[in-house]
């Protein structure tokens, strides 16, 4: 038996609705996974893995095999954290029968704790459906990214009062299928304070507000390491991306003006 200190992973049952919030991140790959486990609850791997690491224009192009290849490395690289995998475009859509093959397949290959899909109402039977055959679910409701190509952009929901209604019912009905969590994303506070007054699981925001059981950023946005947009539900902690800008820029001025390398970095000199 080891002396130090060993604590389980986490599981859905380990992050409850309570009165701390939720700390949920996103992490694609083994070095991020490991510098963020001992500090978050959840560990994400996002789908937006396919905009962050491939450079995609949407999430829509992102496949079963990126995010089990990505899955497997976070859950390698932590012990703490439960890990939730993101359901591709496609994957879970067609039937309850295509979501299960797909969900199992992703636990299977990366030992992941729980997945996670974009919908509502009309996703709630493919819930009821995973979460009776051992599937944890966690639900994605207000902007849901993979429905770009029908709402025609990133757009914040809830603004208007049918537009609200959608989001609350569609959350209720996720939540009711059995889903373990709810992410609100891009939707007005007044309308996630409703549903997470409402609903007995948590609701974890991104650009929804303070009111929400839980927070989740995309880690590249939170630390200044990915350029293309900075949605405005982000805070930037650090600025990686310009320390990566400087780190390189004196490598490249270094190597040709030959200060690097020195005698410190060669393995013999003969002088
Ligand atoms: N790096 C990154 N961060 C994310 O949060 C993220 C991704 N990628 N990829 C998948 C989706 C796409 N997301 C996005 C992308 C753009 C906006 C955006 O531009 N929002 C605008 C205006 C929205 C409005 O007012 O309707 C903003 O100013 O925040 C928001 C969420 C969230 N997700
Ligand atoms: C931002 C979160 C909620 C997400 O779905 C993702 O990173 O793909
Ligand atoms: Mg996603």
Same mark, same amino acid.
């Given at each position: 038996m080891s002396t130090t200190t060993q604590t389980r992973r986490r599981t859905i049952r380990d992050v409850a609705k309570g009165d701390v919030p939720g700390v949920w991140l996103t992490a694609y790959t083994a070095?991020? *996974?490991?510098? $963020? /486990?001992?500090?978050?609850?959840?560990? $994400?791997?996002g789908?937006? $893995?396919?905009?962050?690491?491939?450079?995609l224009p949407s999430t829509v192009g992102v496949t079963m095999d990126m995010m089990i290849a990505h899955? #497997? +490395?976070?859950?390698? +690289?932590?012990?703490? *954290?439960?890990?939730?995998v993101d359901m591709p475009f496609g994957s879970y859509q067609e039937s309850p029968a295509q979501a299960f093959r797909n969900a199992a397949r992703i636990m299977a290959e990366t030992g992941c704790g729980a997945v996670k899909l974009e919908g509502g109402t009309e996703m709630a039977e493919t819930v009821r459906f995973l979460t009776q055959r051992g599937v944890p679910v966690c639900g994605h409701v207000g902007l849901m990214p993979q429905a770009v190509n029908t709402t025609g952009g990133f757009r914040t929901q809830g603004r208007d009062?049918?537009?609200? @209604?959608?989001?609350? #019912?569609?959350?209720?009905?996720?939540a009711e299928a059995g889903a373990f *969590? =709810?992410?609100?994303?891009?939707? =007005?506070?007044?309308v996630a304070r409703e549903i997470t007054t409402s609903l007995s699981v948590p609701t974890i925001g991104i650009g @929804?507000? !303070?009111?929400? /059981?839980?927070?989740? $950023? !995309? !880690?590249?946005?939170?630390?200044? +390491?990915?350029? /293309?947009?900075?949605?405005?539900?982000v805070r930037r902690y650090a600025e990686v991306g310009a320390m990566i800008d400087d780190a390189v820029a004196r490598y490249a001025d270094d190597v040709r003006h030959r200060r690097f390398p020195t005698d410190a970095q060669c393995f013999g000199t003969g002088r």
């Open positions: 070095p991020v *996974a490991q510098r $963020l /486990d001992p500090h978050v609850d959840v560990m $994400l791997v789908d937006s $893995l396919g905009m962050v690491v491939y450079g899955g #497997a +490395a976070v859950v390698r +690289a932590s012990h703490r *954290a439960l890990v939730v009062a049918q537009q609200a @209604a959608k989001v609350r #019912a569609d959350a209720h009905a996720i *969590a =709810v992410v609100i994303e891009g939707t =007005v506070e007044p @929804a507000s !303070v009111a929400c /059981d839980g927070q989740v $950023l !995309v !880690v590249d946005d939170l630390i200044g +390491a990915f350029g /293309d947009f900075t949605p405005r539900f």
